[in-house]
């Protein structure tokens, strides 16, 4: 027995499915990591891995990266949690919001969930109506009201509508598909007076990837706007990952909200929601909104996320990013086409699809995703790991190198001719 194995033996006695989050259960069990550099993930077992899955998006620069370390650890000699402002909030907030034009004002928080959770009760509290539109299959972390049709874990173990929810609370979810103008509109032209927001993720990254259609979020922010309705732009993963501006920059739309993490954090956790400055005034003490947290802004996920941020500034890494994702993509196209398969990427995102492209989430329930499970497997004993389903997506970091691409394009060619 693997010491993994052993290790999963105990934790299911412990722990719902072993695991401390659904998607990290792993059939016939998860690997246990022992430690993690540059693009290798290592496990207790001594295997060693090339990540595509990089913790589900916010290492963009690689496991350890030497300096995010030296960040931390001179935080760490000066104490790592105050609870009063420090310099760096004040820093950082300043680089967002040069890098985000639509956030003139922003709240450090300690999750991607809990940025989606203030910046919905911000909206609802901000127009005084109670509705949100949200997108099926997106998912905006595990909280109630957008606990519906969610994507991710909620979408790989079948869950789409959680227990424990009540249908009260989810009665003002509305739900359109990704990629449908018509559906929004109607929507919007019937429920104008009731809906405070629409969330969105701009690019999908928890229903498999999913790309938006030419003018999709142009077309969202003019309907939105017409109806009075603000727009939430869900980038918690888009964030510093499609640009240095998230998709905002990328496709030149603009949100009235935003949220951001995971990259924002440099690996330790985060969440920010910030927007327009009228919108922002009606947070506690100066509104009537209330939003708070004991780690909210801590020093440690300040000094990692910010010399994230700083070094994607700087560098500016991402037409290589982007460059080394295709060359994955484009060398397997081949292989897949034979079995009927599709992939498809932008920026350092990348999916690879058992069955058709999907537009939305319905066509990405069509997917095989006992396929990817068997694909996912055989890639892993070669020493490739990918997010462990269909309806997550791939990441690539700056530590990835040629060599690596190489060897996971010829790996990936060889497995996909054992399916
Ligand atoms: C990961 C994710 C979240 C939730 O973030 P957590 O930090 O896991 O709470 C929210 N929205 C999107 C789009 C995400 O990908």
Same mark, same amino acid.
């Given at each position: 027995?693997?010491?993994?194995?052993?290790?999963?033996?105990?934790?299911?006695?412990?722990?719902?499915?072993?695991?401390?989050?659904?998607?990290?259960?792993?059939?016939?069990?998860?690997?246990?990591?022992?430690?993690?550099?540059?693009?290798?993930?290592?496990?207790?077992?001594?295997?060693?891995?090339?990540?595509?899955?990089?913790?589900?998006?916010?290492?963009?620069?690689?496991?350890?990266?030497?300096?995010?370390?030296?960040?931390?650890?001179?935080?760490?000699?000066?104490?790592?949690?105050?609870?009063?402002?420090?310099?760096?909030?004040?820093?950082?907030?300043?680089?967002?919001?040069?890098?985000?034009?639509?956030?003139?004002?922003?709240?450090?928080?300690?999750?991607?969930?809990?940025?989606?959770?203030?910046?919905?009760?911000?909206?609802?509290?901000?127009?005084?109506?109670?509705?949100?539109?949200?997108?099926?299959?997106?998912?905006?972390?595990?909280?109630?009201?957008?606990?519906?049709?969610?994507?991710?874990?909620?979408?790989?173990?079948?869950?789409?509508?959680?227990?424990?929810?009540?249908?009260?609370?989810?009665?003002?979810?509305?739900?359109?598909?990704?990629?449908?103008?018509?559906?929004?509109?109607?929507?919007?032209?019937?429920?104008?007076?009731?809906?405070?927001?629409?969330?969105?993720?701009?690019?999908?990254?928890?229903?498999?990837?999913? &790309?938006? !259609?030419?003018?999709?979020?142009?077309?969202?922010? %003019?309907? /939105? #706007? =017409?109806?009075?309705?603000?727009? $939430?732009?869900?980038?918690?993963?888009?964030?510093?990952?499609?640009?240095?501006?998230?998709?905002?920059?990328?496709?030149?739309?603009?949100?009235?909200?935003?949220?951001?993490?995971?990259?924002?954090?440099?690996?330790?956790?985060?969440?920010?929601?910030?927007?327009?400055?009228?919108?922002?005034?009606?947070?506690?003490?100066?509104?009537?909104?209330?939003?708070?947290?004991?780690?909210?802004?801590?020093?440690?996920?300040?000094?990692?996320?910010?010399?994230?941020?700083?070094? &994607?500034? !700087?560098?500016?890494?991402?037409?290589?990013?982007? %460059?080394? /994702? #295709? =060359?994955?993509?484009?060398?397997? $196209?081949?292989?897949?086409?034979?079995?009927?398969?599709?992939?498809?990427?932008?920026?350092?995102?990348?999916?690879?699809?058992?069955?058709?492209?999907?537009?939305?989430?319905?066509?990405?329930?069509?997917?095989?995703?006992?396929?990817?499970?068997?694909?996912?497997?055989?890639?892993?004993?070669?020493?490739?790991?990918?997010?462990?389903?269909?309806?997550?997506?791939?990441?690539?970091?700056?530590?990835?190198?040629?060599?690596?691409?190489?060897?996971?394009?010829?790996?990936?060619?060889?497995?996909?001719?054992?399916?």
């Amino acid at each position: 027995m693997t010491k993994s194995e052993e290790l999963y033996k105990k934790a299911i006695n412990l722990m719902p499915a072993g695991v401390s989050s659904p998607v990290r259960a792993i059939k016939p069990y998860p690997f246990y990591t022992e430690k993690a550099f540059g693009s290798k993930i290592v496990d207790v077992d001594g295997r060693e891995y090339i990540d595509y899955c990089l913790a589900y998006g916010p290492l963009i620069l690689g496991h350890a990266h030497p300096k995010v370390k030296e960040a931390i650890l001179e935080q760490i000699e000066k104490g790592w949690l105050y609870g009063t402002p420090i310099e760096l909030e004040v820093i950082f907030a300043e680089l967002i919001t040069k890098l985000y034009p639509s956030i003139e004002m922003l709240r450090f928080v300690n999750t991607g969930s809990e940025a989606t959770m203030a910046a919905i009760r911000l909206a609802r509290g901000y127009t005084g109506k109670k509705g949100i539109v949200k997108v099926e299959g997106s998912f905006h972390g595990a909280h109630d009201s957008v606990l519906v049709k969610a994507g991710s874990g909620a979408t790989t173990h079948g869950v789409p509508n959680s227990a424990g929810v009540p249908e009260e609370y989810v009665k003002y979810t509305y739900q359109v598909p990704y990629n449908d103008v018509e559906s929004l509109s109607s929507l919007l032209e019937k429920k104008r007076e009731e809906i405070a927001a629409m969330i969105l993720e701009p690019v999908m990254g928890n229903s498999s990837l999913i &790309l938006p !259609e030419e003018n999709y979020l142009r077309e969202v922010r %003019k309907i /939105t #706007k =017409e109806n009075d309705v603000l727009l $939430i732009f869900d980038e918690v993963i888009t964030g510093f990952r499609l640009s240095e501006g998230g998709a905002q920059q990328y496709y030149g739309v603009k949100p009235d909200l935003t949220t951001l993490g995971k990259i924002a954090g440099g690996g330790l956790p985060i969440g920010i929601y910030g927007g327009k400055r009228e919108i922002m005034e009606m947070i506690s003490p100066l509104g009537p909104v209330y939003q708070a947290g004991t780690f909210s802004g801590n020093p440690l996920t300040l000094s990692a996320g910010f010399t994230t941020v700083k070094y &994607l500034v !700087e560098n500016k890494p991402y037409k290589i990013l982007e %460059k080394r /994702t #295709k =060359e994955i993509v484009e060398n397997i $196209i081949p292989e897949l086409e034979k079995l009927g398969y599709s992939t498809s990427c932008i920026a350092s995102m990348f999916g690879i699809y058992f069955g058709k492209e999907p537009k939305n989430y319905s066509d990405a329930l069509k997917l095989d995703s006992k396929k990817f499970l068997d694909f996912f497997s055989l890639l892993l004993k070669e020493g490739v790991f990918l997010p462990p389903s269909q309806y997550e997506t791939c990441f690539l970091s700056v530590a990835h190198s040629e060599e690596d691409i190489e060897k996971t394009v010829e790996v990936m060619k060889a497995c996909l001719r054992k399916l």
